[in-house]
């Protein structure tokens, strides 16, 4: 054989393979559709889908964006509150070979401007309601056209679910990207975490058995679908092990607490911003939740208060914490319910496709028990960053990825987060977990929230600084809560400086935007 005849052998071969061994996103939908095809996959508002009319849908969706002059690595953008049209969206791109960009729906201006941009998208579906706010962009970025979603005229939805099937015929590999996951930008300006078929496929299996996803859960997704956790952690692995999930436009808590009655709601998962006023509701402790096992939160910390009482009025009901980050897929750890009695500051074991070390700033592991930067292995983690190659070799190095988190592990593998490392402040050389200062803040009775951020100071570089929401009808001085916490922290972690605000700046995915209280008060350095 000779060497010509051998290469196109080998690539046929390989061609063949990768088609056969391949696990693509879309074909989590296609699988459960083969083994439960009448069984109903989605509920939203008054549209009630079957796992057959879905992946039937999906390959409409695909063929109809393949129609649009689009090929095989095209960017598509998708801004818009939570559709069923939108999970179409999503997995239409997958199936005929596109990148799908997920937009968070509050962005105008410059923000939308700089996602529609920096990654390139040819084309956006968006809902009826942002359609303005995305036109008076379109001229600076590369779009070159804008489609409603659903609710319009001219909108894609009908096509999607109507009509003959058509066979898409795109090669795709589990390698290839499917998705541009731009980060929350919470310390920074976001970036776009190249997530393949491979990396989301994996995440999925590690999110079913790390948090126990069961076909029965009867879950309901109210969190937003461009933020990876409610799509990538909960909605695909619920519908890989073939479920019947209940969908919503926005987690509006009386919405909530009436689904979980009326279609006997058995997983829920929610940001700790929500289960608050949950906990809260006077609908709670009237309402028939019996149904409601599994309570799944992540993002920021769970207050102990609101868990006690939400277990109070559910004795049932157990809890998870999940945690992670975009760039893997985000699963990388979970704290069961059972851990939680032991363990209610950890973040919990890593999940089945991840590896971690904790390490000191040489890079060598350090002892149980102290704090070290998170590192990952692990094949959901994303390809590198989109249009940022420095970003991603500061990211991606000695065969880790570096999280950014400061973390400490015990003797049996469980991980609290102490910080992240960009938010450990600097203060006369002493370095202060601003967590630590959150912490000890939060225990007095007049504040409902607290964030603490390092801030310009000339004699210290930084200063320990604290911004506080306090509870409805309390009040509270800056010196009364540095009195408290002076009983908890040692001098030089004491807050230089407390600002009282109405609220804290959140993403709407619940995560808290220290760098624009840092912009904010970058301003009025403290002094004293």
């Known amino acids: ?44 508002e008054d549209r ?9 849908a999906v390959s409409r969706a695909a063929a109809h964006l393949l129609g649009l002059g689009l090929v095989a690595g095209d960017r598509v953008a998708t801004v818009g509150v939570n559709s069923d049209a939108y999970l179409l969206a999503f997995l239409g791109c997958a199936r005929a070979g596109l990148v799908h960009v997920p937009v968070n729906y509050a962005l105008t201006g410059p923000e939308l401007t700089y996602l529609l941009g920096d990654s390139g998208a040819r ?34 939805l009908p096509g999607w679910s109507e009509g003959d099937v058509p066979v898409v015929e795109v090669r795709t590999a589990d390698t290839d990207l499917v998705q541009l996951l731009y980060t929350s930008g919470t310390t ?33 997704h109210s969190m937003p679908l461009y933020h990876s956790a409610q799509m990538h952690v909960f909605l695909l692995p619920y519908l890989a092990v073939g479920a019947t999930n209940h969908l919503l436009t926005r987690p509006d808590v009386a919405a909530i607490l009436e689904h979980v009655q009326a279609d006997g709601i058995g997983s829920l998962f929610l940001a700790p911003t929500v289960w608050v006023p949950l906990s809260n509701h006077p609908d709670l402790d009237t309402a028939d939740l019996s149904a409601l096992r599994k309570a799944y939160y992540g993002a920021s910390i769970m207050p102990l208060p609101v868990r006690d009482r939400l277990q109070q009025r559910l004795p049932g009901l157990g809890f998870w914490n999940c945690f992670g980050q ?21 973040c919990g074991r890593t999940v089945l496709f991840v590896e971690a070390r904790v390490v000191d700033p040489e890079g060598e592991d350090v002892p149980a028990g102290e704090p070290g930067e998170l590192l990952y292995r692990s094949p959901q983690l994303c390809a590198g960053y ?45 370095m202060v977990a601003s967590r630590e200062v959150e912490d000890a ?17 000339e004699r210290w570089v930084e200063a320990v600084t604290a911004v506080v929401v306090l509870r409805p009808g309390q009040s509270v001085t800056e010196t009364e809560l540095v009195d408290h916490a002076r009983s908890t922290l040692a001098p030089f972690k004491l807050p230089k400086a407390i600002h009282f605000v109405d609220e804290l700046p959140r ?10 209280l840092r912009d904010d008060l970058a301003e009025r350095p403290a002094t004293s």
């Not at 009630?48 to 039937?56: F, K, P, Q, R, V």
């Not at 776009?192 to 126990?212: K, P």
């Open 1 to 44: 054989m000779s060497a010509t005849t051998s290469n196109v052998t080998s690539s046929i071969t390989s061609s063949i393979t990768s088609s056969i061994t391949s696990s693509r996103v879309d074909d989590i939908v296609r699988r459960s559709a083969t083994r439960h095809p009448d069984r109903v996959a989605l509920v939203f």
């Open 48 to 56: 009630t889908w079957t796992y057959a009319a879905l992946d039937d």
């Open 123 to 156: 084309v956006a579906l968006v809902d009826v309601a942002l359609r303005d706010s995305v036109e008076s962009v379109r001229a600076d970025t590369a779009l070159e056209r804008v489609l409603l979603l659903h609710g319009g005229d001219d909108a894609v």
């Open 188 to 220: 920074s300006q976001p970036k776009g975490a190249m997530m393949t078929h491979r990396a989301l496929v994996h995440e999925y299996v590690s999110s079913i058995v790390g948090l126990d996803l069961r076909e029965d859960d009867a879950p309901l």
């Open 326 to 346: 975009s760039e893997i897929g985000p699963l990388a750890t979970v704290l069961c319910p059972e851990e939680h009695a032991e363990r209610p500051e950890a």
């Open 386 to 430: 989109w249009n940022k190659p420095d970003a991603t070799d500061e990211a991606f190095r000695d065969g880790w990825f570096h999280s950014g988190d400061l973390v400490t592990r015990d003797e049996g593998g469980y991980l609290t987060v102490v910080d992240r490392i960009k938010d450990v402040i600097n203060t006369g050389g002493v």
């Open 441 to 457: 803040l939060y225990t007095h009775p007049a504040v409902a929230e607290v964030a603490v951020i390092a801030t310009p100071h």
């Open 507 to 516: 993403n709407q995915s619940g995560k808290l935007l220290k760098r624009v």
